[in-house]
Nanobody
Framework: QVQPVESGGGLVQTGDSLRLSCSAS????????VGWFRQPPGKEREFVAA????????TYAESVKGRFTISRDNAKTTVYLQMNSLKPENTAVYFC?????????????????????WGQGTQVTVDS
């Protein structure tokens, strides 16, 4: 089984960019759909973006479309979340997760219950 491991979080200023990485430990992400979620302080976990390894389909939360980009490397071991034009409301713990479920529709992957394996999270703080 795969274990996602996040890295790349930190403290940035409003308008800055940051790239998060999700590395696969114990297996590769081949055959999985990999998603990014975030949990702002005092709030519930929310979907950010997902990438289906087979075919490369992606989906995004409306709130991040045009600013965030999910991608992968060719070695099939890392998924990235490029975050541009960061805002204070993007402050959260960002989690990476891997799903074994397959659906023709990417809508399935916005639900955290559809993921099998979760990382420990990485803190992103956007200072105004």
């Amino acid at each position: 089984q795969v274990q996602p491991v996040e890295s790349g979080g930190g403290l940035v200023q409003t308008g800055d960019s940051l790239r998060l990485s999700c590395s696969a430990s114990g297996d590769t992400f081949s055959g999985y759909t990999v998603g990014w979620f975030r949990q702002p302080p005092g709030k519930e976990r929310e979907f950010v973006a997902a990438l289906r390894w087979s075919g490369g389909s992606t989906t995004y939360a409306e709130s991040v479309k045009g600013r965030f980009t999910i991608s992968r490397d060719n070695a099939k071991t890392t998924v990235y979340l490029q975050m541009n034009s960061l805002k204070p409301e993007n402050t959260a713990v960002y989690f990476c997760a891997a799903s074994l479920k397959y659906s023709n529709s990417m809508d399935l992957y916005s639900g955290p219950a559809n993921y099998n394996y979760w990382g420990q999270g990485t803190q992103v703080t956007v200072d105004s």
